[in-house]
C-alpha cells in the first residue's frame, strides 16, 4: 500500500487541498442562488417568450415585493435561531384592522380628509405590527416557550380574529379612500413600481443592519451558540425581542402595499405567506440552524420563487395549484443540503 501523500508540515495532503479550497467552496456554494435564477430565466425565455419582458419583470418584482419584505425580516429572526410561522395570519390581520379603522374614520361624525385617513391606518399597521412582534419576541425569551410553538399559536389566533371582524366573509375599503390609497401599489417611479422601491430601500437596510452594525453581529453571534453570547455579554433576550419586532415592522410594510392592491381582506388573505417566507430565506443561504444570515441571498430566493410561479403561469408544464408543492420541495430540498452547516 502506497503512503499517503503529506505536505512538508506532515499534514494530509488531500485534507490540506480540501482547506485550501474551502474559501473558493463557500464563494461557489453562495454563487448558487443566482446561478439558479439566471438558468431559471433562460429556462422562461425559452418556454414562453413573453416572459422576458420588462411589463413581466415588473410583474415579478411587484408580486415578489409583499413576501421579499416580510423574508427579510424574517433573516434576522431564523439567523438568530428562530422561526416565526404566524407572518401570513399576521398581514392578514393588520389589513383587517386597516381597513375597519379607515372606514370607521371615513364614516365619522367630522371625518378627517382621505388622505389623512390613509396615513393614519399606515401608522396603525406600523404600531400593530410591532406590538405583534414585540409580543413573540416577549413571549419567547421571557416566557421561555418555543418560538415555534409561540408563532403556531398566534397563527391561529390572528387568522382567528380576522375572520370574526369580517363575519367570515370580506372587509372591503371605501371607495374613496381606494382612490387616495391606491397609487401606493400602482404608480410608479422612473417606471419602476412603487412596491419594487419599497423592497428595495427594506432590502438595503437590512444588507447595512446585518453586516455592519453590531446589532447584527449579535444577531448571528446568538444563533451560532446562544450560550457563548451570554458569555460574551450579549444582551440576548433584548436581541432576539428586536428581530421578532424588526419582522413585525417587515410585515406591516408588506402589508400597507399589499391593502390597496385589492382593497380588501378575507379570512384567505395571506395564507402560505409564511411558507414563501421561509423558503425564500433558506432558498439565499441563511442557515434554518441559525447563526448566518445573508440578505442579498434572500432578495435573490424570493425572485426565484417568484419566477417559478411565474414561469408556471406562462406555461403549462404543470399546473399553478402544484406553486405551493413546488416551494415545499425547495425548503425540503434546501434543508437537506444544509444539514450538515451550523
Same mark, same amino acid.
Given at each position: 500500500?502506497?503512503?499517503?501523500?503529506?505536505?512538508?508540515?506532515?499534514?494530509?495532503?488531500?485534507?490540506? *487541498?480540501?482547506?485550501?479550497?474551502?474559501?473558493?467552496?463557500? *464563494?461557489?456554494?453562495?454563487?448558487?442562488?443566482?446561478?439558479?435564477?439566471?438558468?431559471?430565466?433562460?429556462? @422562461?425565455?425559452?418556454?414562453?417568450? #413573453?416572459?422576458?419582458?420588462?411589463? +413581466?419583470?415588473?410583474?415579478?418584482?411587484?408580486?415578489?415585493?409583499?413576501?421579499?419584505?416580510?423574508?427579510?425580516?424574517?433573516?434576522?429572526?431564523? =439567523?438568530?435561531?428562530?422561526?416565526?410561522?404566524? %407572518?401570513?395570519?399576521?398581514?392578514?390581520?393588520?389589513?383587517?384592522?386597516?381597513?375597519?379603522?379607515?372606514?370607521? $374614520?371615513?364614516?365619522?361624525? =367630522?371625518?378627517?380628509?382621505?388622505?389623512?385617513?390613509?396615513?393614519?391606518?399606515?401608522?396603525?399597521?406600523?404600531?400593530?405590527?410591532?406590538? =405583534?412582534?414585540?409580543?413573540?419576541?416577549?413571549? %419567547?425569551?421571557?416566557?421561555?416557550?418555543?418560538?415555534?410553538?409561540?408563532?403556531?399559536?398566534?397563527?391561529?389566533?390572528?387568522?382567528?380574529?380576522?375572520?370574526?371582524?369580517?363575519?367570515?366573509?370580506?372587509?372591503?375599503?371605501?371607495?374613496?379612500?381606494?382612490?387616495?390609497?391606491?397609487?401606493?401599489?400602482?404608480?410608479?417611479?422612473?417606471?419602476?413600481?412603487?412596491?419594487?422601491?419599497?423592497?428595495?430601500? &427594506?432590502?438595503?437596510?437590512?444588507?447595512?443592519?446585518? +453586516?455592519?452594525?453590531?446589532?447584527?453581529?449579535? &444577531?448571528?453571534?446568538? @444563533?451560532?451558540?446562544?450560550?457563548? =453570547?451570554?458569555?460574551?455579554?450579549?444582551? %440576548?433576550?433584548?436581541?432576539?425581542?428586536?428581530?421578532?419586532?424588526?419582522?413585525?415592522?417587515?410585515?406591516?410594510?408588506?402589508?400597507? $402595499?399589499?391593502?390597496?392592491?385589492? @382593497?380588501?381582506?378575507?379570512?384567505?388573505?395571506?395564507?402560505?405567506?409564511? $411558507?414563501?417566507?421561509?423558503?425564500?430565506?433558506?432558498?439565499? #443561504?441563511?442557515?434554518?440552524?441559525?447563526?448566518?444570515?445573508?440578505?442579498?441571498?434572500?432578495?435573490?430566493?424570493?425572485?426565484?420563487?417568484?419566477?417559478?410561479? +411565474?414561469?408556471? +403561469?406562462?406555461?403549462?408544464?404543470?399546473?399553478?395549484?402544484?406553486?405551493?408543492?413546488?416551494?415545499?420541495?425547495?425548503?425540503?430540498?434546501?434543508?437537506? $443540503?444544509?444539514?450538515?452547516? *451550523?
Amino acid at each position: 500500500m502506497q503512503p499517503t501523500p503529506t505536505t512538508e508540515g506532515g499534514a494530509d495532503l488531500p485534507a490540506a *487541498r480540501l482547506r485550501a479550497a474551502g474559501p473558493a467552496l463557500a *464563494r461557489f456554494k453562495g454563487a448558487g442562488p443566482i446561478v439558479a435564477l439566471i438558468l431559471l430565466c433562460i429556462a @422562461g425565455a425559452l418556454l414562453n417568450p #413573453g416572459f422576458a419582458t420588462f411589463d +413581466n419583470l415588473m410583474n415579478v418584482l411587484t408580486r415578489t415585493a409583499f413576501i421579499g419584505i416580510i423574508a427579510v425580516g424574517m433573516t434576522f429572526v431564523i =439567523a438568530s435561531g428562530g422561526i416565526d410561522l404566524s %407572518v401570513g395570519s399576521m398581514a392578514a390581520l393588520i389589513a383587517g384592522v386597516m381597513i375597519v379603522a379607515m372606514n370607521a $374614520l371615513a364614516l365619522g361624525a =367630522a371625518p378627517p380628509s382621505p388622505l389623512a385617513i390613509v396615513v393614519l391606518g399606515i401608522a396603525l399597521a406600523l404600531v400593530f405590527g410591532a406590538v =405583534a412582534g414585540v409580543t413573540h419576541g416577549f413571549l %419567547v425569551t421571557h416566557g421561555r416557550i418555543e418560538p415555534f410553538i409561540v408563532t403556531l399559536g398566534t397563527l391561529g389566533i390572528f387568522r382567528a380574529v380576522l375572520t370574526w371582524l369580517s363575519d367570515g366573509g370580506a372587509l372591503t375599503l371605501d371607495f374613496n379612500l381606494s382612490e387616495t390609497y391606491g397609487p401606493v401599489y400602482y404608480q410608479s417611479v422612473l417606471g419602476v413600481p412603487v412596491p419594487v422601491w419599497i423592497f428595495a430601500l &427594506v432590502a438595503a437596510a437590512g444588507v447595512v443592519i446585518l +453586516n455592519r452594525t453590531p446589532f447584527g453581529q449579535h &444577531v448571528q453571534a446568538i @444563533g451560532s451558540n446562544e450560550q457563548v =453570547a451570554r458569555y460574551a455579554s450579549i444582551r %440576548v433576550d433584548r436581541v432576539k425581542t428586536l428581530t421578532y419586532l424588526l419582522l413585525g415592522v417587515c410585515v406591516a410594510i408588506a402589508t400597507i $402595499l399589499y391593502v390597496p392592491r385589492l @382593497g380588501s381582506a378575507t379570512p384567505t388573505t395571506g395564507i402560505l405567506w409564511e $411558507l414563501e417566507a421561509i423558503a425564500a430565506v433558506v432558498v439565499g #443561504g441563511t442557515s434554518l440552524k441559525g447563526g448566518s444570515g445573508r440578505i442579498v441571498g434572500t432578495v435573490i430566493g424570493a425572485i426565484l420563487l417568484s419566477v417559478i410561479g +411565474n414561469i408556471l +403561469n406562462l406555461t403549462s408544464i404543470i399546473s399553478v395549484y402544484l406553486n405551493a408543492a413546488v416551494q415545499g420541495v425547495v425548503i425540503i430540498t434546501v434543508a437537506y $443540503l444544509q444539514r450538515g452547516r *451550523r
